[in-house]
């Protein structure tokens, strides 16, 4: 029997940047507001970086729970669910964040919740009404906005 390897969840650090910026854009999200201090990481016992989040501030002084990403070679063996379950431990609600429509099953036992246009931060509402947009120009998925209150 195989046992599972070795992950470390620890915080991001400066050397930590170009990584997180390469996972980033390899599982093609969103690549704005990539600020390293904000970062935690799971890494194998090699320091490589397997998967990562962030809780990020936005102007209007809503906080999103970003960035989640996981190394394809990696996924399904729980290292979002870790990460994000990190994440929330450590920050008191609410709490928004954005994922593709589909994602939305995956969010809400987080305790996230649909939230519509009109009930959102400055910032959601316009991420909100950009994405319906690209989907009725450009068959885009679209983004749903969620918040966990509690």
């Keep these: 029997m195989q046992s599972r390897p070795a992950f470390i969840l620890r915080p991001a650090q400066?050397?930590?940047?170009a990584a997180i910026r390469s996972l980033i854009h390899l599982v093609d999200i969103?690549?704005?507001?990539?600020?390293?201090?904000?970062?935690?990481?799971?890494?194998?016992?090699?320091?490589q970086l397997l998967a990562?989040?962030?809780?990020?501030?936005?102007?209007?002084g809503s906080r999103e729970l970003a960035s989640i990403a996981v190394r394809p070679g990696y996924r399904r063996q729980g290292l979002a669910r870790e990460i994000i379950a990190h994440l929330l431990s450590a920050q008191p609600p609410p709490l928004y964040l954005t994922c593709r429509k589909s994602l939305r099953p995956?969010?809400?036992?987080?305790?996230?919740?649909?939230v519509s246009?009109?009930?959102?931060?400055?910032?959601?509402?316009?991420v909100s009404r950009i994405s319906r947009l690209l989907e009725r120009l450009a068959g885009f998925e679209g983004i749903q906005v969620m918040r966990k209150d509690a």
């Excluded at 995956?106 to 649909?114: H, K, L, S, V």
């Design 52 to 60: 990562c989040g962030q809780i990020k501030p936005h102007r209007d």
């Design 14 to 17: 400066s050397g930590d940047a």
């Design 106 to 114: 995956f969010y809400r036992p987080f305790g996230f919740q649909d």
């Design 30 to 47: 969103n690549p704005l507001g990539l600020d390293w201090r904000r970062f935690v990481l799971i890494v194998d016992g090699e320091d």
């Design 117 to 126: 246009p009109g009930l959102s931060t400055p910032y959601f509402y316009l």
